[in-house]
């Protein structure tokens, strides 16, 4: 019976303030720790406890010295964050080296090393900001919106401000006002005379640049507007009489010559540019205009705009015919286009800014164009103008040009435009928001500008 009523005793608790319970004459804190019951009120946390007992009693590891060992003796315990205290060369603070191990314990193995390039994107730390992504580097550009500082320039999301470098009218100025201003490797002008090419603000009353405050232009006569120069007149044009071999010949539509013609008054920007590590594609914009509308639709007198691109992501099985060089390597071909694959021209089916035609073309043949843009878009480009009784001619309106590309390579770029079949009348390409696009594309295509 007395064993029974002390059983009894010692399971009989009385609450005494908050945190401690009585057993008979002794009170147990929250953390277990027995102390006089006239030792007065306690805290919860029980601060007469000292770190050994309260571990010991609460059937934790001790809270003192043993708790924290430095078992390698390199002066840092598992409490400092020592990641592997049994190696005294694994410490924070330790220099990273290539070891496979993390010698600075910041969670990262043989990583931010010095002239080491971890992540193999061809940016070293700490040139590269982040050298486990190889997608984000010196090399790559910046995805706007994706609060990364992709391109490793200390800003995030910032737009590039390529107008801001222009110092004068060199290739390269005329790369920057397209808003090409890094990765250039090399730019010059392959063909034309300086009055067939300028960096401009604006052409006539309408076309503005599409990023920036510049745009280039290119032209197979002066590259001026009526602003510019108010005598100028497109027809018949400027006649600088060079001449060479066509950059590459596709049959028009209608009005084909007897034989592959020459390239006449021939201007051309030519760029090499490296493709940033994170890019797939690019895009840029631009606007063709030519004299030769109306009267010369589907003749030999076939001006053109065209766009070489050479890339090893250019696969010349899926271009239309004769867009492509002939055994070039890397593929080299014309990226600019229609969807019947008809280079720009007046033939083209985006040559849409213009009165439309219905009539005869200057060989008695009977042609009609549909014209969908309004031709006043065209004033005070010297396009709009009527000359002898001919109209001077029309546009395509702002198009857009997208194409693929292998990330990390050289590609080249060619803009040209020329008169062909003679040197007379003039046709001109406005061009510009040149930018790179981290998403693939199958094969290049044209479209009118949103």
């Not at 107008?163 to 090409?180: N, P, T, V, Y």
């Amino acid at each position: 019976m007395r064993k029974s009523l002390g059983i009894l005793f010692t399971l009989t608790l009385v609450a005494c303030g908050k945190g401690t319970q009585t057993v008979g004459d002794k009170r147990l804190t929250d953390a277990g720790v027995a102390v006089p019951a006239d030792a007065g009120d306690l805290p919860d946390s029980g601060q007469m406890m000292t770190p050994v007992d309260a571990g010991h009693d609460a059937g934790l590891p001790d809270a003192g010295p043993n708790m924290c060992p430095d078992s390698d003796g390199d002066g840092a315990t598992v409490c400092d964050g020592d990641c592997n205290d049994s190696d005294s060369s694994v410490k924070p603070g330790a220099t990273e080296v290539v070891n496979g191990k993390d010698d600075d314990c910041d969670g990262t193995v043989d990583a931010y090393i010095p002239g080491v390039d971890t992540d193999g994107d061809g940016d070293p730390y700490p040139q590269d900001c982040d050298d486990l992504e190889p997608l984000v580097s010196h090399n790559s550009v910046e995805n706007p919106g994706n609060g990364i500082d992709d391109d490793c320039d200390g800003m995030i999301d910032e737009a590039d401000n390529c107008d801001a470098q222009i110092a004068g009218s060199s290739a390269m100025d005329f790369a920057r006002s397209i808003g090409l201003c890094e990765g250039v490797t090399g730019a010059s002008f392959s063909n034309g005379v300086p009055n067939s090419r300028r960096i401009v603000n604006k052409l006539g009353d309408a076309w503005l640049p599409k990023q920036g405050a510049n745009l280039a232009m290119i032209s197979s006569g002066d590259a001026v507007d009526n602003y510019m120069s108010s005598g100028y007149v497109v027809q018949p044009g400027n006649q600088f009489y060079n001449e060479t071999t066509h950059p590459l010949y596709s049959s028009p539509k209608c009005g084909a010559p007897s034989s592959v013609p020459t390239a006449k008054d021939i201007s051309e920007l030519d760029l090499s540019v490296k493709v940033p590590a994170n890019a797939h594609s690019f895009s840029f914009q631009f606007a063709y205009f030519s004299a030769e509308y109306p009267e010369y639709l589907c003749t030999q007198y076939n001006d053109r705009f065209i766009v070489l691109l050479q890339s090893t992501a250019i696969n010349p099985g899926s271009m239309p015919a004769q867009q492509c060089v002939n055994g070039a390597s890397p593929a080299t071909c014309n990226i600019s286009y229609d969807n019947g694959g008809q280079p720009i021209t007046v033939n083209n089916a985006l040559f849409t800014v213009c009165d439309t035609f219905n009539g005869m073309n200057t060989q008695g043949v009977q042609v009609k164009n549909t014209c969908t843009q309004s031709a006043g878009l065209l004033n005070k480009t010297g396009y709009d103008r009527v000359t002898q009784g001919e109209k001077a001619g029309g546009g395509t309106g702002w198009l857009t040009t997208t194409a693929p590309v292998t990330p990390g390579e050289i590609i080249n770029l060619r803009f040209i435009v020329f008169d062909e079949g003679d040197y007379k009348l003039d046709s001109a390409a406005l061009i510009d928001n040149f930018q790179w696009h981290l998403t693939a594309v199958s094969e290049p295509s044209t479209m009118p500008a949103p």
